[in-house]
């Protein structure tokens, strides 16, 4: 056979493999325009944080840092002149550290500067449609409240453009019972912050079976542009610092009401024994007795595999504290005494 015939029949037993390669390419083309399409869809520039108390300012400045468009919202002027103040404050307390005027005699400008950079991303209103309108993301920071926080969202969720993605700040409420005043279930999920917003790394990324991984991969991602380190977890009571943090806190007051230490060796138990920064009784008071109790009385009332469990079960002592007013350190007294601190 001519080495032209063989050439000849060599391309033709190669057509179909050619064809079935070019095939394959086309599809893989397809899938990964449609793949970046998807994340362009979900790539977040422009938040929309509500409420701007101690979280949501903590919030607002996080993002304003990684140079983020960030809108504050909350009902009154005065709650934005607050939030603004605790923003303010917390970046003087930045541009310290960056800048030290011990070391560089341009210090001063160079700390105003930096202030006024991020404060220039950011923008306050007292109009949560308005705020929403080129919104990618809406984090909520309100008041922890299932009804107040789904009426809230039900609102947004008939204003806001039907790319934007919504989260909760929620430390102890189910992300798919608020969830579940949208109608847009797969663009929703929790997005818990710890405080002090600008010092605490992680964030938690809660996703419901509703959430798309399309969103889960967009909230981590902004994440890490935040600075953050992101732990992804399934929308479950306390999800997952809350639900190993609060039965322990509880279990110190038992220990107590039990006879077995004073608060003050629990504390120093803890501290020296297990490394930990605060004892269970100072960490209380940090959070806030009022806030333990209403995260307990929830899971203990109605919580997904904790209704009822001896494990969240109210506490006396801390019942009474908080009926005594007498919340921690926000009040000047809980487990221990502050006025004189």
């Not at 629990?266 to 960490?283: N, R, T």
């Amino acid at each position: 056979m001519s080495p032209m015939l063989v050439a000849r029949a060599a391309a033709a037993a190669a057509a179909p493999s050619q064809n079935a390669a070019r095939a394959r390419a086309s599809l893989f083309l397809r899938l990964f325009s449609s793949s970046a399409a998807a994340r362009n869809n979900h790539e977040i520039k422009n938040i929309t944080v509500i409420g701007a108390g101690l979280m949501g300012a903590g919030i607002v400045q996080v993002a304003a840092q990684s140079a983020l468009n960030v809108t504050m919202v909350d009902l009154s002027q005065a709650a934005l002149d607050n939030g603004s103040k605790i923003i303010t404050s917390s970046l003087k307390r930045v541009a310290k550290k960056k800048f030290n005027p011990d070391a560089d005699p341009e210090a001063a400008a160079k700390q105003d500067a930096f202030i006024a950079s991020v404060k220039k991303n950011i923008a306050a209103s007292t109009d949560p449609a308005a705020a929403v309108a080129d919104a990618d993301l809406v984090i909520e920071a309100i008041v922890e409240n299932l009804e107040v926080k789904q009426k809230l969202f039900k609102q947004l969720d008939a204003v806001a453009p039907h790319k934007t993605i919504f989260a909760s700040n929620t430390s102890s409420l189910p992300i798919h019972k608020i969830a579940s005043a949208t109608s847009r279930l797969d663009r929703f999920a929790g997005l818990h912050y710890f405080n002090p917003v600008p010092q605490m790394k992680l964030v938690e990324v809660i996703h419901t079976p509703q959430t798309s991984p399309e969103v889960l991969q967009a909230l981590t991602a902004l994440s890490h542009k935040m600075g953050k380190v992101p732990v992804a977890c399934k929308d479950t009571p306390g999800f997952i610092v809350n639900r190993l943090l609060v039965p322990y806190m509880l279990e110190a007051i038992r220990l107590v009401e039990r006879g077995v230490a004073s608060k003050e060796d629990v504390d120093i138990a803890m501290k020296l024994g297990a490394g930990y920064p605060m004892g269970p009784f100072e960490l209380l008071d940090y959070v806030g007795l009022d806030t333990t109790k209403f995260i307990t009385d929830g899971w203990y009332k109605d919580g997904d595999g904790l209704k009822g469990e001896k494990l969240v079960e109210p506490s006396e002592t801390l019942d009474q504290l908080v009926a005594d007013k007498k919340l921690g350190r926000k009040s000047g007294a809980g487990f221990y005494d502050y006025s004189k601190k």
